[in-house]
């Protein structure tokens, strides 16, 4: 190794060969020292070191250099004389970007040819102090409490050196060289240290007092070689935070304040309390509190959050004429607790007089709303309710009955007794659920005249007094005793409610009936009326007793008019000729259907020949046809069709009726007085009549049987065998009888002109008779 060329150079000689023995064979490399160069160096290019081969070659030798530095990145910062094999720094270099270099270098021929392996040389760049170091920020904030001890820790700052941390250029030493206080000038003396190797920073004496000072700004030093080297400079900002030392204070510590009676929810006044700790903070905030002179509650304290005042309001009404003035005693604290360090005074307190003011007040119910229960059959006069109302004044009241929309209520208009005028009626419109509402109204005297009013609320009681009747007072039962079928259902209703109504008791209480009947229960409200033997077809009258479970419980006696009948198979009650027809004895009932349709098919055969017969005779002259008029409507249309068919030896009437239905007919007759039918049960509709008799005479005996079928089980009709009575419409009509239209009396003692002034309906049956 040579040194540099104004210092004794030495050469490198790494590729020295060793022999023994007469043989020679290549030694392993020497291992070369590091290359030690400073950096900065201003003496470029500066020759570093000489290596050579000790070999000798009988011809030229070329040195190469080649790694980082030389032909790598960074480029160009070394370089080798190929042929004296001094290597150079071309620039000068820093450490901070390159610490060392690793090169290889190589002994080679003019052709090339390597004639040594390479050798690697390491170059390392040494540290000069040239980096101040450097804070981590400009200005570091911190804080601490007041009153705080000495050696209290507050906050760290830190720095870094860029330079070599081996070496005392990146030994670091801090320092405090300037402090200020926030407001200036209210502290002089030092009041923080800090670590020289650490950076941390501590309170170093007493006084800190966020009353007295805010806060405080350092100005911070570091400096490198162990604080004799390059130096950095920072601020440090310390803020003294408020500890609750202070408790807040009324003042002043006497208030006098009025409050208007009868009223909620409105303020009568502040009070103030003062706080020397940090406003905004759980410290400075107070909380009030009402500690004597309010046992009702009718006064309440809370705190505005903007200025920390007192807000006193009245949230229960004030009453003059019971209490005229109150003292209240209040006491005052912060939101958070005090602070240890803080005296240890009482807690404040200061003393309200609140003044209570009269006014002229409305009458008061004992109770809203008034309510009362009362039976629903009240004798009239009786008082229902007083002493309901009163004044705080001390007024006279009138009362008066607003709402009583059955008038069923009196009110006494100075005592105020409220008295039933009448019974009650629970089934009334306007009671609903058993509840009447009424409305009452109570005005005092004095000047202005206020009034309230109430409602009044009458629930009534349900009395059992309406008797339960029965239903239905007739029908029919089969007169075989041991049909199941057998029996008349009875139910009963009663106006009163529940539980004055059902269930009801059914009874017999006639003891010869109770021999031949028997009522069971088959509900609550049903039972089943039943022969106990079997008994003759007729008319019995039973009489029943049914009560209800009101109490005391009311019962009506009502007589039940029971028919007794044969009865079919299904159970139904027969006809007599249902019965007739329906034994073996005698004809069958297809047989006298046949009977009773050649005779009506006889007698509608003899209709039409006389008919035929007077139509030819009245208007052969004139040309015209039969029934020929001026109105082009069938006759048939106006046929009034009656349904009322008698029973028995009138059937033979009944089919001669029905027969001529099949002809026009004009017979004009009266609605019979129609007897009930016992054999059916009340109120079923009828049957479907037929309408038309059939123009094929062949099905004339269908239309008589579907006749006859339909009045059979015609619950509205008479029963067979009853004759049919027609009533009256007057005496002396105008129209006189129509019975002369089927006369077979003469034409010419008939004047039927009249009937042209009926109109054309008429007109028909003028020109029928005319005697021309």
């Known amino acids: 190794l040579a040194g540099r060329e104004d210092l004794n150079p030495v050469v490198l000689y790494p590729w020295r060969q060793r022999s023994s023995g007469g043989l020679s064979r290549v030694k392993r490399d020497w291992i070369i020292p590091p290359i030690r160069v400073l950096e900065n160096s201003k003496q470029v290019p500066e020759n570093l070191v000489q290596i050579k081969s000790d070999k000798i070659f009988t011809g030229e030798v070329i040195y190469k250099l080649e790694g980082p530095g030389v032909d790598q990145d960074p480029k160009d910062l070394f370089e080798i004389d190929d042929k004296t094999g001094w290597i150079r720094s071309m620039i000068p270099l820093d450490r901070e970007k390159n610490r060392s270099f690793t090169l290889k270098a190589f002994a080679l021929s003019p052709s090339g040819e390597r004639l040594e392996n390479p050798s690697t040389i390491e170059i390392v760049v040494l540290d000069q102090n040239d980096n101040r170091p450097n804070f981590s920020q400009k200005e570091f904030a911190g804080s601490v409490s007041e009153f705080s001890v000495p050696g209290t820790s507050v906050m760290s700052v830190t720095a870094t050196d860029a330079d070599d941390p081996t070496t005392d250029n990146a030994i670091l030493s801090y320092s405090i060289i300037g402090q200020e206080s926030i407001p200036p000038l209210r502290i002089n003396k030092t009041m923080f240290g800090i670590n020289n190797e650490t950076g941390a920073i501590y309170t170093r004496d007493v006084g800190l007092d966020w009353e007295v000072v805010k806060g405080f700004r350092l100005t911070l030093q570091v400096a490198d070689m162990s604080?004799?080297?390059?130096?950095?400079?920072?601020?440090?900002?310390?803020?003294?935070?408020?500890?609750?030392?202070?408790?807040?204070?009324?003042?002043?510590?006497?208030?006098?304040?009025?409050?208007?009676?009868?009223?909620?929810?409105?303020?009568?006044?502040?009070?103030?309390?003062?706080?020397?700790?940090?406003?905004?903070?759980?410290?400075?905030?107070?909380?009030?509190?009402?500690?004597?002179?309010?046992?009702?509650?009718?006064?309440?304290?809370?705190?505005d959050p903007v200025t920390n005042e007192g807000i006193l309001s009245v949230v229960k009404a004030l009453d003059y004429e019971t209490q005229e003035v109150y003292t209240l005693t209040l006491t005052v604290e912060n939101v958070n607790p005090l602070s240890i360090k803080a005296p240890k005074d009482p807690v404040s307190s200061a003393t309200v007089v609140v003044t209570v003011v009269n006014e002229n007040e409305a009458p008061r119910f004992n109770k809203d709303?008034?309510?009362?229960?009362?039976?629903?059959?009240?004798?009239?006069?009786?008082?229902?309710?007083?002493?309901?109302?009163?004044?705080?004044?001390?007024?006279?009241?009138?009362?008066?009955?607003?709402?009583?929309?059955?008038?069923?209520?009196i009110i006494n208009h100075e005592t105020g007794e409220i008295i039933a005028r009448k019974p009650f009626n629970v089934?009334?419109?306007?009671?609903?659920?058993?509840?009447?509402?009424?409305?009452?109204?109570?005005?005092?005297?004095?000047?202005?005249?206020?009034?309230?009013?109430?409602?009044?609320v009458i629930t009534l009681r349900e009395t059992n007094d309406f008797f339960p009747q029965l239903f239905p007072r007739m029908g029919t039962v089969c007169s075989e005793s041991g049909r199941e079928t057998s029996g008349l259902f009875l139910s009963a209703v009663d106006e009163d409610l529940p539980p004055h109504a059902e269930p009801f008791t059914f009874q017999l209480q006639d003891i010869n009936v109770s021999a031949n009947w028997t009522i069971i229960q088959v509900n609550e409200t049903h039972a089943v009326l039943r022969p106990l033997v079997e008994l003759e077809t007729g008319e019995y009258a039973v009489t029943v007793l049914v009560t209800d479970s009101g109490t005391p419980s009311l019962g009506a006696y009502a007589q039940v008019n029971v028919t007794v009948c044969l009865c079919g198979k299904d159970g139904e009650c027969?006809?007599?000729?249902?019965?007739?027809?329906?034994?073996?004895v005698g004809v069958s009932f297809i047989a006298v259907l046949v009977i009773m349709a050649s005779i009506a098919l006889l007698l509608l055969l003899l209709l039409l020949a006389v008919a035929v017969g007077?139509?030819?005779?009245h208007h052969m002259k004139k040309g015209e046809g039969l029934l020929v008029g001026e109105s082009d409507e069938d006759i048939r249309d106006n046929v009034l069709n009656y349904d009322e068919q008698g029973g028995g030896e009138e059937d033979e009437v009944r089919q001669h009726n029905m027969l001529?239905?099949?002809?026009?007919?004009?017979?004009?007759?009266?609605?019979?007085?129609?007897?009930?039918?016992?054999?059916?049960?009340?109120?079923?509709?009828?049957?479907?009549?037929?309408?038309?008799?059939?123009?094929?005479?062949?099905?004339?005996?269908?239309?008589?049987?579907?006749?006859?079928?339909?009045?059979?089980?015609?619950?509205?009709?008479?029963?067979?065998?009853?004759?049919?009575?027609?009533?009256?419409e007057s005496d002396g009509s105008l129209a006189g009888?129509?019975?002369?239209?089927?006369?077979?009396?003469?034409?010419?003692?008939?004047?039927?002109?009249?009937?042209?002034?009926?109109?054309?309906?008429?007109?028909?049956?003028a020109n029928m008779y005319d005697p021309r």
């Not at 027969?574 to 073996?584: L, M, N, P, W, Y």
């Open 227 to 303: 604080g004799m080297g390059l130096i950095s400079l920072a601020n440090a900002v310390i803020h003294v935070t408020d500890i609750n030392n202070n408790p807040p204070r009324f003042a002043p510590d006497l208030y006098t304040m009025s409050a208007v009676e009868n009223k909620v929810d409105f303020v009568i006044g502040w009070v103030n309390a003062t706080d020397n700790d940090e406003p905004g903070t759980g410290n400075w905030e107070t909380k009030y509190t009402i500690a004597k002179g309010n046992p009702s509650r009718n006064f309440v304290i809370r705190t």
């Open 369 to 409: 709303p008034i309510e009362i229960v009362v039976l629903e059959s009240v004798d009239p006069g009786t008082v229902l309710a007083s002493n309901i109302a009163y004044d705080p004044d001390n007024a006279k009241l009138k009362y008066d009955i607003l709402r009583d929309p059955e008038g069923w209520l």
């Open 427 to 456: 089934r009334s419109p306007h009671v609903k659920n058993n509840i009447y509402n009424a409305v009452i109204r109570v005005t005092d005297t004095d000047a202005g005249g206020i009034s309230t009013t109430a409602s009044l």
């Open 574 to 584: 027969k006809t007599e000729a249902a019965a007739i027809f329906g034994t073996r």
């Open 614 to 617: 007077n139509c030819r005779r």
């Open 660 to 728: 001529q239905l099949a002809e026009p007919s004009y017979l004009v007759t009266s609605s019979p007085l129609q007897p009930l039918r016992k054999d059916y049960p009340d109120n079923l509709p009828s049957p479907s009549y037929p309408r038309k008799p059939p123009a094929d005479p062949t099905d004339i005996e269908d239309f008589i049987n579907d006749g006859l079928e339909a009045a059979d089980h015609d619950p509205n009709v008479p029963p067979y065998d009853t004759a049919l009575i027609y009533d009256y």
């Open 737 to 765: 009888s129509l019975s002369s239209i089927a006369s077979a009396s003469s034409d010419g003692d008939q004047d039927y002109d009249y009937l042209n002034d009926w109109g054309p309906r008429f007109k028909k049956l």
